[in-house]
């Protein structure tokens, strides 16, 4: 029998502290709210929504030996995501990131510590040659190293498909000049200004800025666009806006992203067209966003498809 296609995920794994105000937030103050406690990271949530939904998913990352460490492995194996081909490093704090929330679920700034990160080096991905290469997709944030992030995209691009997230516009620089070969590109709006060296105010600007994106070598990019929704463009010239339903309420937004990531891999692993793609995604994304937890603990493929039949 042949084996299941499966998904790698490189890249980061974090303890997520959130704190959200139950009034608006005053700085410089002490603000009355709920704090709690979950896995996070931009590759983890990516992976473990895809685990989730299905897919059997491989994650490839780096740790410390601290206490943090050790509930990261418990929740990943709590969740099916196998811990397996982690990195433990002695005397390393796991990643770590915190953020604050308005009241109506928005975050308001957020500080990160993912130093654990840059201990993940080509050597180490090296170590596992085989199991990247006979992958049906490679996902990956840029809270990796940057010669680690050239190992990737020069080993692997054009022959596995690569999946990015540029996660912030400090890491999106990391990718600039690197574009060739990758196969999905997720960036929000001030992350393909970078790539894309296109300042972008208006549709046509949006349009330019994912034409140039695709010139520089990407198959397919989907651009998100916040509350309105994302811009598809292919390497064959199709586009798309897709615009969300409207939510009466948002119980977390921090994770709507990683799970649209998430969405992108099922839809690609069961050879979906675009629009149903789009459809796969931004319902997963929203299924996240309506969840207090980072993931949602809930996702899951028949919960997916459930959704969609519902709101189509």
Do not use: W
Not at 28 to 57: F, M, W, Y
């Amino acid at each position: 029998m042949k084996a299941k296609p499966y998904v790698v995920g490189v890249g980061a794994v974090n303890v997520d502290v959130m704190g959200r105000s139950k009034r608006p937030l005053v700085s410089e103050d002490s603000n009355p709210g709920q704090i709690k406690i979950s896995i996070g990271g931009a590759t983890h949530n990516a992976s473990e929504n895809a685990c989730r939904l299905g897919l059997p998913v491989k994650f490839i990352t780096a740790t410390g030996d601290d206490y943090f460490g050790t509930l990261i492995r418990t929740a990943c194996e709590n969740a099916g995501l196998s811990t397996e081909h982690f990195f433990a490093f002695s005397g390393q704090v796991s990643s770590t990131y915190l953020s604050v929330h308005n009241r109506d679920g928005e975050m308001n700034i957020a500080v990160s510590d993912m130093n654990v990160l840059q201990s993940l080096s080509p050597a180490h991905l090296e170590q596992k040659g085989e199991l990247l290469a006979n992958a049906a997709a490679i996902t990956f944030d840029t809270g990796l190293p940057q010669e680690t992030i050239d190992y990737l995209l020069q080993t692997y691009c054009g022959k596995t498909a690569v999946f990015a997230d540029p996660v912030s516009t400090t890491y999106a620089e990391k990718l600039a000049g690197r574009l060739d070969g990758i196969h999905t590109l997720k960036p929000n709006l001030l992350e393909a200004e970078i790539l894309s060296g296109v300042k972008i105010r208006t549709f046509d600007d949006l349009q330019q800025a994912a034409c140039r994106i695709i010139d520089c070598g990407v198959r397919r990019v989907f651009i998100s666009l916040g509350k309105n929704g994302v811009y598809y463009q292919d390497h064959s010239g199709i586009t798309k806006l897709r615009q969300p339903r409207p939510l009466d309420q948002i119980a977390n937004a921090t994770g709507a992203g990683d799970a649209f990531l998430g969405g992108l891999l099922y839809a690609y692993i069961h050879d979906l067209d675009i629009d149903d793609t789009l459809t796969t995604a931004m319902t997963v994304s929203t299924l996240a966003i309506l969840s207090e937890q980072t993931i949602n603990p809930h996702m899951s493929e028949s919960l997916l498809k459930e959704t969609i039949a519902n709101n189509i």
